[in-house]
């Protein structure tokens, strides 16, 4: 297992939106930006309407072709754009609504990208999930056994 934090400062995360979740998308490519990290901004950046699989697979895509070392996807509900990227091997999308679901998702789930919902979490309360996401380590021990099996 290579190191439990996901990310460290100065490391490329991906960020991704569809149409719904441009404007959150900014809000959190300026706290990435803030905790040192280097966004790479896959789009979209209009409120003109798209279709939430392309950003997620390009995002996953990004990941995997170690463009960037985790990710962040950005939706209405955050429900659609994180099943897309969960379609690829080796991703691990983690629909989170606040500070503990995000907490969980790293250390028990070693989740790689932070999915939520535009319309579901206040810009406050998306930027502390954010810096919980990239704080949080994963925890190992019993949880590893069960991310292998999701990697089988």
Same mark, same amino acid.
């Given at each position: 297992m290579?190191?439990?934090r996901?990310?460290?400062?100065?490391d490329?995360i991906?960020?991704?939106s569809d149409?719904a979740?441009?404007e959150?998308k900014?809000?959190?490519?300026a706290?990435?930006s803030?905790?040192?990290f280097?966004?790479?901004?896959?789009?979209?950046?209009s409120l003109d309407?798209?279709?939430?699989?392309?950003?997620?697979?390009?995002?996953a895509?990004?990941?995997?072709?170690?463009?960037a070392?985790a *990710?962040?996807?950005?939706?209405?509900?955050?429900?659609g754009i994180?099943?897309?990227?969960?379609r690829? !091997? *080796?991703?691990r999308?983690?629909l989170?609504?606040?500070?503990?679901t995000?907490?969980?998702s790293r250390e028990?789930n070693?989740?790689?990208?932070?999915?939520?919902? !535009?319309r579901?979490?206040s810009?406050e309360? !998306?930027?502390a999930m954010?810096?919980?996401?990239?704080a949080?380590?994963f925890?190992?021990?019993?949880?590893?056994g069960?991310i292998?099996?999701?990697?089988?």
């Amino acid at each position: 297992m290579s190191d439990l934090r996901i990310a460290q400062p100065g490391d490329v995360i991906a960020i991704a939106s569809d149409h719904a979740g441009v404007e959150m998308k900014e809000t959190l490519k300026a706290e990435l930006s803030n905790l040192g990290f280097k966004p790479l901004d896959l789009g979209t950046n209009s409120l003109d309407s798209v279709d939430y699989p392309d950003y997620g697979h390009a995002l996953a895509k990004a990941i995997l072709d170690k463009k960037a070392t985790a *990710g962040v996807a950005v939706c209405g509900s955050g429900i659609g754009i994180s099943i897309a990227a969960n379609r690829h !091997a *080796g991703i691990r999308a983690a629909l989170a609504h606040d500070e503990n679901t995000a907490k969980l998702s790293r250390e028990h789930n070693n989740a790689n990208i932070l999915a939520l919902g !535009a319309r579901i979490v206040s810009p406050e309360t !998306a930027k502390a999930m954010l810096k919980t996401f990239f704080a949080t380590e994963f925890a190992g021990g019993r949880h590893a056994g069960r991310i292998a099996k999701l990697d089988q």
